[in-house]
């Protein structure tokens, strides 16, 4: 039923990592141009030309965004990206250049590796590069590799976390698609079953620490503040406004709402972008719908397909130590 971000025509992904400090950073490219539009949640963003999205500004359409990790430092990523469409002659006509439009946002991995070793230029362009249509994998790749989840009660009872990816098909033609990586201070929970699926876990006995049980009964936070963060983008082959494609932003966060226990918090930096690829119109509601559960979906693949890291626990790693 779910397939991948690039089933939405126009719609390229490539990636790049570095294992020394386990970051990376994920390029996603609408080389023909998308209307763009954002909405960030969470109270401690990394961003870039976000500014430029909002409806009442000139830009129209964006031709790649870039997601990132290494906090603030990974937003050089997007330079990359720039670089290799700028090359290929992609982006705004201004007389004397050709900009390309690349919003960015970043999350927070850097203590789980080297905290030196950050996303560069060079490795924005590496992942625009290698930018293709088609199935790719997800977990520790890309932006995700260094992600981690459950950090409210401390980072040492943190989970792996990591990148997904999904896209669902609609009525009249209409495919949406999301990729996200996961890196939230809160646990993740499957949104039918409200089973954790990763979240902060007692190492030792192996038990879940629920990160909204213990904020309610410590009134605050382990986790330090901009260290963790959701960050992700929804594609359609959909004509819409920057208004339109912000309202369906909005409408998306509703996935992490169902998916992350807590969201939003003052810790994190929750931002999505939407990109509109297409030239037929649909409702929005119906496409915001359709697209919070594409990026329920990616939420839970990018979860389920993490491997352990740097003695990080996973997913998939507890579900062998249980059999």
Not at 58 to 76: K, M, N, P
Not at 93 to 99: D, F, K, L, P, R
Not at 182 to 200: S, Y
């Amino acid at each position: 039923m779910f397939g991948n971000i690039t089933d939405v025509p126009g719609v390229k992904v490539g990636h790049a990592k570095n294992s020394e400090g386990i970051t990376g950073c994920t390029a996603i490219l609408v080389e023909n141009g998308a209307v763009c539009g954002v909405d960030v949640r969470g109270s401690a963003p990394g961003t870039r030309e976000t500014d430029a999205l909002d409806p009442i500004n000139e830009i129209e359409h964006v031709h790649g965004v870039c997601l990132s990790g290494g906090s603030a430092f990974g937003l050089d990523a997007a330079t990359g990206v720039m670089q290799f469409l700028e090359e290929r002659g992609v982006g705004v006509e201004a007389g004397v250049a050709t900009i390309p439009i690349v919003p960015s946002a970043v999350l927070f991995d850097l203590f789980i590796g080297d905290p030196k070793t950050r996303p560069t230029a060079s490795m924005g362009y590496e992942a625009a590069k290698s930018a293709v249509v088609g199935p790719f994998a997800n977990g520790n790749i890309g932006a995700g590799y260094g992600a981690t989840v459950g950090k409210l009660v401390g980072p040492k009872f943190c989970m792996k976390g990591g990148l997904g990816n999904a896209s669902i098909a609609g009525k009249e033609g209409v495919v949406v698609g999301a990729i996200v990586a996961v890196n939230a201070v809160g646990d993740i929970k499957d949104p039918t079953t409200r089973e954790t699926l990763a979240g902060a876990r007692d190492p030792i006995t192996g038990e879940w620490m629920d990160c909204c049980t213990y904020l309610e009964e410590h009134v605050q936070s382990e986790a330090l503040s901009g260290t963790n963060t959701t960050i992700g983008v929804v594609a359609v082959n959909a004509r819409l406004t920057k208004a339109e494609a912000k309202k369906i932003a909005q409408l998306t966060q509703n996935a992490l709402a169902r998916t992350i226990y807590p969201v939003h918090t003052m810790l994190d930096g929750d931002t999505i972008f939407v990109l509109g690829t297409g030239d037929k119109r649909f409702p929005v509601d119906y496409l915001g719908h359709l697209a919070t559960r594409a990026m329920e979906e990616a939420i839970i693949t990018g979860i389920k397909a993490a491997d352990k890291l740097a003695e990080v626990e996973s997913y998939k790693s507890i579900q062998i130590m249980r059999t």
